[in-house]
């Protein structure tokens, strides 16, 4: 049986005293609480795996309440699995929320059901309200209930952030999801019978049914993977993924690890109900919408006439290339693609014409202010010469 495993996650520029309001404040309100047990045991896996920070980000994960979670997905009687992690990066100062949910055979009906649950959860997750109902897919926060995902996310998001004076939103978003079966079958097959349905979770459309195959194939582009059993494939909103992975890799990455270091790896038995978290492609994600979101925030700043501060491209230089280097190699190349992908390179480009246009007044009120400057100690020497000449011309009046 195959699962299929979405992660969405939002990214929002904060600084480290608006990041401790919202860390702390969560703890203290009874929102937040540390990332342990299983999910933390297995994020930090990877991550030690993966990643390599000088400053970790600190994650913590929404707080359940008694009798359930306060965050909830419901499509009429069904409840899907759910976990809403928040992270400050104090590399990036930046936030990130990431919503974890499973959708199996079990949470749908019918042939390719799973896949069209997927996509309706990824579009109440972009705002897409349901007319339905009680039988409509419905958020809820605590004890209220959303018409959308979104609505109560964002609820959840205002809660966190309340008295922080934060002006940034909920608005640079992105997805990934994975199909997760233990068969250790390549993946590529399966894509080339039918690539319509990933398509159609790649791109959040529900009429995926109706794209030409040829269509989807080549929306989707060539696939990225280090193993025989994973196929990944980047798209505008996200990264769909392909994991086959089987006990028989486990238990011979196991053997290889023990005998020259004594002991397995726990990051290759990972089997995470958070999508994208095996192979890194979600902390991928992660850094793709934090760069976004900080260009982002870089445009606005340089559009406000009352906060216009000549922008150094060599320091958006530094975040990219300290962005760049984090992952492994092989990885770093599924990060290109989906920075291809998700535009990032066009956000980039504005705001490098955005800083050349204001390095070029800058200069121009540079020169005019030293024009006027050089003008204006031009005519003081003028008048200190004459009044000098005067004073010269008295004195040998008056010593005649």
């Known amino acids: ?76 009687a069904v409840s899907l699995p759910c976990e809403l992690i928040v992270t400050w990066h104090p590399a990036y100062h930046a936030m990130t929320l990431v919503l974890a949910t499973t959708i199996t055979g079990r949470a749908a009906d019918g042939p390719a059901a799973e ?64 199909l997760r079966s233990h068969d250790g079958h390549p993946p590529a097959q399966r894509v080339a019978t039918d690539p319509r349905p990933f398509y159609g979770m790649a791109t959040s459309d529900e009429g995926w049914r109706f794209v030409p195959r040829e269509v989807a194939r080549e929306a989707l582009g060539p696939s990225w993977g280090t193993r025989s059993f994973v196929a990944a494939y980047t798209m505008a909103g996200g990264i769909v993924c392909l994991n086959s992975k089987d006990s028989d890799y486990v238990e011979r990455q196991d053997e290889l690890m023990r005998g020259p270091f004594g002991a397995a790896e726990p990051y290759f038995g990972i089997d995470s109900d958070v999508g994208g978290l095996d192979h890194g492609m979600l902390f991928i994600l992660e850094r793709v919408l934090i760069r976004m979101a900080l260009a982002d925030q870089w445009l606005a700043s340089m559009k406000q006439a009352g906060s216009r501060t000549r922008l150094l491209r060599g320091s958006l230089d530094d975040i990219l290339e300290m962005l760049h280097s984090v992952l492994p190699p092989e990885v770093d190349s599924l990060e290109r693609r989906l920075v291809t992908s998700m535009g990032v390179e066009r956000i980039i480009a504005q705001l490098d014409r955005q800083a050349e246009a204001m390095d070029e ?35 040998v009046l008056v010593s005649l």
């Not at 809820?140 to 979104?150: A, I, K, V």
């Not at 005519?379 to 010269?392: A, H, P, R, S």
């Open 115 to 178: 896949f069209d649950l997927a996509i309706a959860v990824l579009q109440s997750l972009q705002g897409r309200e349901t007319v339905n109902g009680t039988n409509g897919l419905h958020g809820g926060y605590g004890e209220q209930t959303f018409p959308s995902l979104l609505k109560a996310v964002t609820h959840i998001f205002e809660d966190l952030t309340k008295g922080c004076g934060l002006t940034e939103g909920l608005g640079r978003k992105g997805w990934c999801v994975e």
């Open 1 to 76: 049986m195959t699962a299929v495993l979405l992660t969405f996650a939002w990214a929002v520029p904060l600084s480290e005293r608006e990041a401790e309001k919202v860390l702390d404040g969560g703890r203290d309100r009874g929102l937040l609480a540390h990332l342990d047990g299983k999910l933390g045991e297995e994020w930090t896996a990877a991550e030690n795996f993966l990643a390599n920070y000088t400053t970790p980000p600190r994650r913590r994960v929404l707080r359940k309440r008694t009798g359930g979670s306060r965050l909830s997905i419901r499509i009429g």
């Open 361 to 395: 007044e800058t200069r121009y009120s540079y020169e005019n202010t030293v024009s006027a400057r050089v003008t204006r100690l031009t005519v003081v020497t003028v008048v200190l010469t004459v009044v000098t000449i005067v004073l010269g011309v008295l004195q």
